[in-house]
């Protein structure tokens, strides 16, 4: 009885002692797999792809960015930080980045889709987006012209729809718009790509632009030595007219 109690004891600890190795064997092994999968020199990242239809942001300008700080490992890179680089740079609407086995780090950039400058006599690389948004960015590689639009901060919304709302009746008669500005008081001035100027005030602006446009045949041939300079139509009835010698050059905003 003795020898066999003495020999179960034996199977115990000896039992015991084997269960104990192999979870400290399975601890350790998984300690080394994580230090590994996190040391970005055992499993790195060796490619970055930069994707999109790309105008203003250059790839070369993503990839500064991002290797500007370590990435990490294949597993330790954190995407939503890289997102969040990406998105901070100027020209960046939006970005989405996701790992492909075993070492491609993948970049899909959208672009801001610029609408108009933005109050460029107070900062000259304000521009607003087509959403509607201000953002700040190098101009310099602009490849459209784009109108000017100014008022004040807060009536950024005003402005742009303003600005849309104007240039899709003046596009439809042959006019270009240049440059609309909402003073204090919201009263509307626009700029035509020729130089002419529109005053129209708080009220009725599409009747008295659909006034212009009627008007404006009768204005260009109404005198031979000068072309028109402004119009003002903040009137009930008729307009105010000045006007310019045609070799006289318009500054260009």
């Keep these: 009885m003795a020898s066999t109690a003495r020999a179960l004891n034996w199977q115990f600890w000896s039992g015991l002692a084997f269960f104990l190795v192999v979870v400290a064997s399975t601890f350790t092994g998984i300690g080394w797999l994580y230090y590994t999968a996190m040391d970005a020199q055992e499993v790195p990242i060796k490619r970055l792809l930069v994707q999109g239809e790309l105008q203003y942001v250059a790839p070369a300008d993503v990839r500064e960015t991002l290797l500007s700080d370590p990435l990490g490992s294949f597993f330790s890179a954190d995407v939503d930080r890289i997102r969040a680089q990406i998105e901070a740079m100027p020209w960046v609407a939006k970005a989405s980045v996701r790992k ?5 780090l993948k970049v899909f950039v959208v672009e801001q889709q610029p609408l108009a400058h933005w109050n460029a006599n107070e900062r000259d690389d304000a521009l607003v987006n087509q959403a509607g948004e201000v953002f ?38 042959g006019f270009a718009v240049q440059e609309v500005a909402l003073s204090e008081r919201f009263a509307v001035e626009v700029v035509l790509q020729d130089g002419v100027v529109l005053r129209l005030g708080r009220e009725a602006l599409f009747e008295r ?18 072309v028109v300079d402004a119009v003002d139509l ?12 045609p070799d006289e050059q318009q500054e260009e905003s």
């Design 136 to 173: 700040y960015a190098d101009k310099s590689r602009f490849t459209v012209r784009l109108p000017y639009l100014s008022a004040p901060e807060h009536a950024l919304t005003q402005a742009v729809q303003q600005y849309r709302d104007l240039q899709e009746l003046l596009q439809l008669n």
């Design 209 to 226: 632009i659909q006034r212009f446009i009627d008007l404006y045949p009768q204005l260009q041939g109404h005198r031979d030595d000068a």
């Design 100 to 104: 492909e086995w075993p070492d491609i």
């Design 234 to 245: 903040r009137y009930d009835t008729g307009v105010a007219v000045s006007w310019r010698a």
